[in-house]
């Protein structure tokens, strides 16, 4: 009997594991709460373009149209670019639209029959005759409900969407305090353009954050109001925001998305002498993190700014916060359309902000908090059972406990797609695709919970030392291919993905390099 595969979510890795089930011989139903595929692509900031040079954000086996010739295309772009995917490989029919899956609950052995497991779902194989899991969906416009038995559930809830990250303050000094409109990020980009232009218009403005969303809405605030009302960036600490791919007119993957790259960092699971060689390597490691430092500095002019930060570039790009800045943003600084502020914390009263140690408030009609979102609550809040809402988490010191980034060994018959982030969200997300599909087909099966659990350690270690106070609990850093190294090791597949040894060490690593069809074996 073919086998269910509910999928939850039809952003691009929801859309990559249809594809990738359903090349399997599987039936997936793919929910999605919206009335159109995308994710977080569906609305954006009007300026918003994606931070990765097009050739690494894109399908292995569906390049970007040769209509499309710009590095970083715009949403709009971007969107097309998904749908057309979704057309080509006849994605849409197993999707069920303003479908809400509000719980999914394990229909099978007890919790304390799972907790005695030595491997995941008693047997380290995806399917069970016994077990099951219950999905409730409703319907968005009707509000009705329907309870879906699948074989198989893949999250793919995103990180970066419907639950915002709201800065908690002291009572009286939150945004009751202020006579002014404090709003999330997200509601700013709900609104149609014309609206959000409207809304800043006229407004004394201070978006709260330094990352792509603030940066972006900035832009469109100095736009809306240029020097009559200028827009205050407020930020807590500073960070290596790049201006293009290319410092000193090297492709930034040279240094960080190639093997040679990859010696020179050390790595979870090494051996001696690879572990010797990222020691004798770590003054070439050093000297690559101030090289592109300089370009940054010397381009957007930091010093000038003050906003040079005191970690290195690398700890940015292993913590996954490398963002690219709007063209054209320090020139709006320079005019003075788009003002900077530093706070390490700040509170809310009558007239605006208040700048912890200063005396004077910053007056303000209007805050836009682009502090981020709750990816973690999203996906815990899924599961109906307490036990399974504990074990997806784990400790708030540690890693979200996914072996291979994917599967939780405590959680039976569930995957994970699209939490982990990377440098390269697309093509990380479609190899971890292909790897679960190879894992339901039963190409492999898991190592032991044990072994399991002793991985996700190595890799949370790996991304504490390698991230320090930057560390963000899911981000593979700069370590795609050493990871995809492994995905391809357990599916049978040479990892070895280019021809000839200077090929294979100093040429970039990229989607189509990992064709399914590509050096298989």
Known sequence: MEKKIAIIGAGISGLLACKYVLSKGFHPIVFEARSSIGGVWIKTVETTKIQTPKPAYQFSDFPWPSSVTVDFPSQHQVLDYIQSYAHHFDLLKHIKFNTKVVGIEYEGASDEEIGS???????????????????????????????????????CLGRFSDVPNMPEFPPNKGPEAFHGKVIHSMEYVAMDYKSAAEFLKGKRVTVVGFQKNALDIAMECSTANGLEFPCTVMYK??????????????????????????????????????SLLATLFSPLRWAFSKFVESHIKHKLRLAKYGTVPKHSFLKELNSCLIATVPEKFYDKVDEGSIILKKSPSFSFCEEGILVNGETEPLKTDLVILATG????????????????????????????????????????????????????????????CQWLAELLYGTFILPNIKEMEKDIKKWDEFMKQSSGEYYRRSCIGGLHIWYNDQLYKDMGRNPKRKKGFFAELFEPYGPSDYLPSSRSN
């Open 117 to 155: 497991w030595s491997s995941w779902n008693g047997s380290g194989t995806p399917f069970s005759s016994q077990g099951k899991w219950k999905d409730v969906a409703e319907d968005i416009q009707s509000h009705s409900t329907e309870v879906y038995q699948v074989d198989f559930v893949i999250l």
């Open 237 to 274: 600490t500073e960070h290596w925001n790049v201006p293009d791919y290319l410092p000193w007119g090297v492709p930034l993957a040279y240094f960080y998305l190639n093997r040679f790259s990859e010696l020179l960092v050390h790595k979870p699971g090494e051996g001696i002498l690879l």
């Open 373 to 432: 979102f709750r990816g973690e609550k999203k996906l815990k809040d899924i599961f109906v059972s307490q036990t399974f809402q504990d074990h997806i988490l784990g400790s708030p010191k540690e890693a979200v406990p996914l072996y291979r980034e994917i599967i939780h060994p405590r959680i039976p018959q569930l995957a994970v797609v699209g939490f982990s982030e990377s440098v390269a969200n697309l093509y990380t997300s479609e190899v971890r």
